[in-house]
């Protein structure tokens, strides 16, 4: 068999830009006070850990290639121990540019051993006009631990008014716990639902988040959060809890008041502050 | 296709078949409510959307999965998964197992509670009738029960409800003719939704004072 996955020399075109193939990652310890048991770097994609100072480690990934467009690929991988406590995020928004043929594909894996904590919280993926992207979170989680999950997307650069018309999103999510596949969400965007009339679709939306406690005191805790959450003005947003696992959805015409909302809401999930690289 | 078993899934899928179908309105209440949803022309968009990149899309990939022979115990912790608040799962699980508890009463046959794709799709193996066909009147029920609710609660005359359901007509048999051409095999690679207002509605109709559906 040839191997399909080697663009053969004589068959390339005229590439604009040099693909961009990054892969990191990250294994912590087990216990409370997890080290880092195995880091992993390669091409664009890279792992630190700043120093905490006591608090719990906190994983930031970075692109170094500035953003991603069509045929590029980049993964990121965060594994955390038994009783291990961590943070994850990135340095900075992911921003997916104008693709000129294909699709770029970012995967990430997030693998949580009995009784460990984790906040996944990137920051937003930033989509372009002509952005075509494909991606995947997978996360393995123990039946006892304990999963903070923040995705948020900004269509389009609002504060230069930029209006998309062309899109290609697949994003994935998947969630197994103790081995059960215990949520799924899956964005398809394209085109079409840019410009879909209604209040069912994104309704004017720019900027849309989804948070998602994993825990099996989930529902315990959703009348704290929906107490954080904004009850009028620019952003919409509301929660629900049911069978070990908690979502709150946000929308809003502008990121900024929705980051805003994020940065009250997240801190009543993970009892910690906000990821340091933060700026609010 | 044989007419009689084109006969029993009408049935199946009709108001009248005890799954309380008419007890849900998936969000569009809250919608109503909250005035986004309050004429015709709103109504109608609302529940297109629902259909053609919310949950009537997805429910409808799982539909064609299980006919197509994947297992019904995977496809019904993929529903399970895909359920993106407390009432739609609520209303998935319920609905499926009150249609799955009917079938066996009428047939025979086990009643296994599974959502309510997953159901249909296991009772609808037994049919000889295209799984287009099926989609697409899996896809016309939900979208009649939501416009019985927009006439009921707007409120819409019912001529304009009706012309509502016959405007998505041609919507649902192209949806449902092109997911049908996918490979419901690799149900997983096509699911995907774009309802994000929708999905924020489910969530918001558990905040309402006065709640007149379970959903």
């Known amino acids: ?280 | 296709m044989t007419e009689t078993d084109l006969l029993s899934l009408t049935q199946w899928l009709s108001p009248a078949f005890p799954v309380s179908a008419y007890a849900y309105s998936h969000g569009l209440e809250a919608e109503i409510t909250h005035g986004r949803v309050h004429d015709g022309e709103t109504a109608r968009d609302w529940i297109a959307t629902v259909i053609e990149v919310g949950a009537g899309r997805n429910d409808a990939l799982i539909l064609l999965a299980v006919l197509s022979g994947r297992d019904a115990d995977e496809m019904a912790d993929l529903a399970r998964a895909l359920a993106g608040s407390a009432e739609r799962w609520e209303e998935t699980r319920a609905m499926g197992a009150a249609f799955a508890e009917t079938v066996a009463a009428m047939r025979g046959g086990n009643g296994v509670a599974r959502p309510y794709p997953v159901a249909v799709g296991m009772a609808a193996r037994a049919l000889n009738v295209p799984h287009e066909v099926v989609a697409a009147l899996y896809l016309q029920a939900l979208a009649a029960s939501l416009v019985s609710v927009a006439v009921r609660f707007v409120p819409l005359g019912q001529a304009e409800g009706q012309r509502i359901q016959a405007a998505l007509q041609p919507r649902i048999a192209a949806l449902a003719g092109d997911l049908a051409r996918l490979d419901a095999m690799a149900v997983e690679d096509h699911l995907g939704a774009a309802a994000f207002g929708a999905d924020l509605a489910t969530m918001e109709h558990e905040g309402l004072e006065v709640r007149i559906f379970r959903t």
Do not use: C
Request: net charge positive; glycine share 10%.
């Open chain 1, 1 to 280: 068999m040839f191997d399909l996955a080697q663009p053969a020399p004589a068959a390339a075109p005229q590439t604009r830009h040099q693909r961009v193939h990054g892969r990191a990652m990250v294994r912590l310890g087990t216990g409370p006070r997890a080290g880092v048991k195995d880091l992993a770097q390669a091409g664009s994609a890279k792992a630190m850990l700043p120093r905490m100072h006591g608090r719990a480690p906190e994983v930031v990934f970075l692109n170094t290639a500035g953003g991603i467009t069509g045929g590029d690929r980049l993964s990121y991988t965060l594994e955390i121990g038994a009783g291990a406590t961590a943070t994850g995020t990135t340095q900075t928004a992911e921003r997916a540019y104008r693709a000129n043929g294909g699709v770029g594909r970012i995967d990430t894996h997030l693998a949580l051993g009995a009784g460990a904590v984790l906040d996944w919280l990137p920051q937003e993926l930033i989509l372009f006009e002509g952005a075509a992207l494909d991606r995947r979170l997978t996360v393995d989680m123990a039946e006892d631990a304990e999963l903070v999950l923040l995705e948020t997307l900004v269509l389009g650069r609002a504060a230069m008014g930029e209006t998309l018309t062309r899109l290609h999103l697949s994003d994935r999510r998947q969630v197994r716990r103790g081995g059960r596949l215990d949520m799924v969400e899956t964005i398809r965007l394209g085109a079409d639902d840019l410009v879909r009339p209604g209040s069912a679709g994104l309704d004017g939306a720019t900027t849309l988040a989804t948070l998602t406690l994993m825990a099996r005191d989930a529902s315990d805790r959703l009348d704290r959060l929906r107490a954080a959450l904004p009850t009028d003005g620019p952003v919409r947003a509301a929660a629900s809890a049911w069978e070990g696992r908690l979502t709150a959805r946000f929308m809003a015409a502008q990121a900024y008041p929705l980051r805003r909302a994020l940065a009250r809401a997240i801190p009543v999930l993970t009892n910690r502050p906000l990821p340091r690289v933060w700026q609010i």
